[in-house]
């Protein structure tokens, strides 16, 4: 079965630094990995997805992940933090044999400081 | 650009009650999907509809709960008799295939009293 782990439920960082959200997954079968994002009072919304070829995506709003297989790893990165990122971040995953149903972690909530 | 449409963005029921959630997928989207999140808690697959059938449903997804594509258009859940431990955001979402991503519609806040 799959399983998804977002180490941190809260992250806290300045504006204008790195931001670096930890997801890792469990997966019987090459996996489909996605970053939702999800603003207060609001659905959810796509960030980036990983599917096949490139290992390294980029998504909206200057956010970026790797798949590393090696480590079952999809971490999602910005290199300079901006307010307007404050929010809640979901890792999902899917198996892709076995249609679209996302598996979500936890999530991340983002603290921006000024 | 499209979007899913959920409505309503609020519903208060009597525990009991039977409420029915509405949603309009994207417009050539095959794939639909309900999914619900109880507040503090993760974001969880209910159930998938393809082709005027559920494709898959979690275990949450008990006899009390419905899904229906009455129109083409609409896709509805049901809930039959709502339970406190109903109250929860309910998202829905569609794509276009089926390993595809999924988009989301802004939810609806259930609250059963």
């Known amino acids: 079965a799959q399983s998804v782990t977002q180490l941190g439920s809260h992250v806290s960082v300045s504006e204008g630094a790195l931001v670096l959200l930890r997801c890792n997954y469990s997966s019987s079968v090459p996996p489909y990995l996605f970053w939702y994002v999800q603003y207060p009072n609001q659905g959810l919304q796509l960030l980036l997805k990983y599917t096949t070829g490139a290992t390294l995506v980029k998504g909206i709003n200057g956010f970026e992940a790797e798949f590393k297989k090696s480590e079952t790893s999809f971490h999602l990165t910005k290199p300079s933090a901006h307010m307007s990122d404050a929010a809640e971040y979901f890792c999902?995953?899917?198996?892709?044999?076995?249609?679209?149903?996302?598996?979500f972690g936890a999530g991340t909530i983002l603290r921006v400081k000024s | 650009e499209p979007e899913v449409t959920q409505t309503p963005s609020h519903q208060v029921t009597q525990m009991g009650q039977e409420v029915i959630l509405r949603c309009v997928p994207i417009s050539n989207h095959l794939y639909f999907y309900w999914y619900r999140q109880i507040l503090g808690q993760k974001v969880e697959f209910l159930v998938s509809f393809y082709n005027n059938e559920i494709s898959e449903k979690s275990e949450i997804f008990d006899d009390q709960f419905s899904v229906e594509r009455p129109d083409g258009s609409n896709f509805t859940l049901k809930i039959r008799s709502t339970k406190l431990e109903d109250s929860a955001m309910y998202f829905c979402?569609?794509?276009?295939?089926?390993?595809?991503?999924?988009?989301f519609g802004q939810g609806t806040r259930l609250t059963v009293v």
């Open positions: 979402a569609s794509s276009a295939q089926e390993v595809t991503e999924a988009f």
């Open positions: 999902a995953v899917s198996e892709r044999e076995y249609g679209n149903k996302l598996v």
